[in-house]
């Protein structure tokens, strides 16, 4: 019975290969005809530049699952991933998401309209500080 599952779990590590393998085929086909931009991937929406955090959280998934499957068919069942790696993995996703979270925080919704209500605040308080010095100066 431990042949059969063996062999089960080689087959089913091979199907999960070969769909990955096909995922990753796609993507890349995609990125080679335009349609899909490397820069999007890997840059901030708002400012177009580079970010770290994104770059970290991709290269570090690729490398645990390409390790996981390389592991799990070197030993013809799925292996069990330790705990400090996942902790490693949800490091560098929570990174990635309090970037996110700061970015939105600095460049939302929210901060453009604390931004505009100041600016509506300083350009009323100039209008009255015209206005009062108007009265001031008209006999």
């Given at each position: 019975?431990?042949?059969?599952?063996?062999?089960?779990?080689?087959?089913?590590?091979?199907?999960?290969?070969?769909?990955?393998l096909?995922?990753?085929?796609v993507?890349?086909?995609?990125?080679?005809?335009?349609?899909?931009?490397?820069?999007?991937?890997?840059?901030?929406?708002?400012?177009?530049?580079?970010?770290?955090?994104?770059?970290?959280?991709?290269?570090?998934?690729?490398?645990?699952?390409?390790?996981?499957?390389?592991?799990?068919?070197?030993?013809?069942?799925?292996?069990?991933?330790?705990?400090?790696v996942?902790?490693?993995?949800?490091?560098?996703?929570?990174?990635?998401?309090?970037?996110?979270?700061?970015?939105?925080?600095?460049?939302?919704?929210?901060?453009?309209?604390?931004?505009?209500?100041?600016?509506?605040?300083?350009?009323?308080?100039?209008?009255?500080?015209?206005?009062?010095?108007?009265?001031?100066?008209?006999?």
């Open positions: 019975m431990n042949g059969s599952w063996s062999t089960l779990a080689y087959f089913g590590a091979t199907a999960l290969v070969i769909v990955i096909g995922i990753a085929a993507f890349l086909y995609l990125v080679v005809v335009n349609r899909i931009e490397v820069k999007d991937i890997l840059a901030e929406p708002e400012s177009g530049k580079a970010s770290l955090s994104r770059l970290q959280f991709l290269i570090f998934t690729f490398v645990i699952a390409g390790l996981f499957l390389l592991l799990s068919i070197e030993a013809g069942t799925f292996v069990t991933i330790p705990e400090s996942l902790w490693l993995l949800g490091l560098s996703g929570g990174s990635y998401t309090l970037s996110k979270g700061i970015a939105a925080q600095t460049h939302g919704p929210a901060a453009r309209a604390s931004a505009n209500a100041s600016a509506a605040q300083a350009a009323a308080a100039a209008a009255v500080a015209a206005a009062a010095a108007q009265s001031t100066t008209t006999p």
